[in-house]
């Protein structure tokens, strides 16, 4: 795994200072990279636009574009940490191991399934169902279960605590727990935060998303939550390209899901070029 903007390696450097001596930057990238093969496996957001490894170095790409340089000098090595990290586990969430739909049932998925079809929505999502085998509706609804709660899961991943009412799954939460294990519970309640407020609209809030909130002692080791979060947003809006819905992929694939129609068709309508692709 390379480093490649000019965030990444100063998000590497924190490792210097005394609040994030045991953090290895390179190690984590890897790691994040192995869940997130799971997203689109086993018929579960199989028909989404790609949420993998490229997703996160394109978003990597995108934030070091719409950060200019004279901002990137002020930024702490804790605010570069905090960022590289939100843009590597904010869709973590969405990733559905086999072991977590078998346990499906241990979760609050069956009360979603009461209620998912009541109002307008539910009238969309009946007709859906209603069209498929048992087992592809099963599938279906699990994967619109976690769509709706992919943020709220990776946050509670990142805090170390899933009641399992979001999906029970293990697995995943150990991994991430591993990746992190060299971050505080504060900075990691603070980095679920950020990944989740991708999903939110919120990002006013300063009691939540602090200005300058200190991990330590020293001046490097404070990060502007609010900035972190109003960038992460920013990125993943802007990541609207080809190469993430390619027209072949489309093709290929011929999504049924109108959720999936619909985003398919939003990211390839875009234009083919782009001011933070390098020529």
């Not at 804790?78 to 241990?106: K, N």
């Amino acid at each position: 795994m390379e480093l490649t903007t000019r965030i990444e390696p100063r998000a590497s450097d924190a490792g210097k200072l005394e609040a994030f001596s045991y953090v290895n930057l390179y190690g984590i990238k890897e790691g994040v990279a192995k869940p997130l093969e799971f997203i689109g496996k086993d018929r579960i957001f199989d028909e989404y636009t790609r949420r993998d490894i490229s997703h996160i170095n394109k978003l990597s790409e995108i934030m070091e574009w719409i950060i200019p340089a004279t901002a990137v000098s002020k930024l702490t090595m804790a605010d570069c940490l905090m960022l590289t990290l939100a843009v590597y586990f904010h869709d973590l969430g969405m990733v559905v191991t086999p072991e977590e739909y078998e346990r499906r049932h241990e979760s609050s998925f069956p009360e979603f399934k009461k209620t998912v079809f009541e109002g307008d929505q539910g009238k969309d999502y009946h007709e859906k169902v209603a069209k498929m085998r048992k087992g592809e509706a099963e599938r279906f609804l699990y994967q619109e279960f976690v769509r709706q709660h992919h943020a709220e899961r990776i946050r509670q991943w990142i805090s170390g605590k899933s009641k399992g009412d979001l999906g029970i799954a293990d697995r995943v939460i150990s991994e991430v727990g591993q990746l992190l294990k060299g971050l505080d519970d504060r900075f990691r309640k603070d980095l679920g935060l950020i990944c989740e407020s991708h999903h939110l609209d919120d990002l006013d809030d300063l009691a939540k998303y602090k200005v300058l909130q200190p991990y330590g002692s020293r001046p490097q080791e404070t990060v502007n939550l609010q900035y972190c979060a109003i960038v992460l947003r920013t990125a993943d809006v802007l990541h609207v390209t080809k190469d993430r819905a390619p027209s072949i992929s489309f093709r290929m694939i011929n999504p049924s899901d109108p959720k999936s129609i619909e985003e398919w068709r939003k990211q390839m309508s875009t234009l083919p070029h782009y001011p933070y692709e390098r020529r």
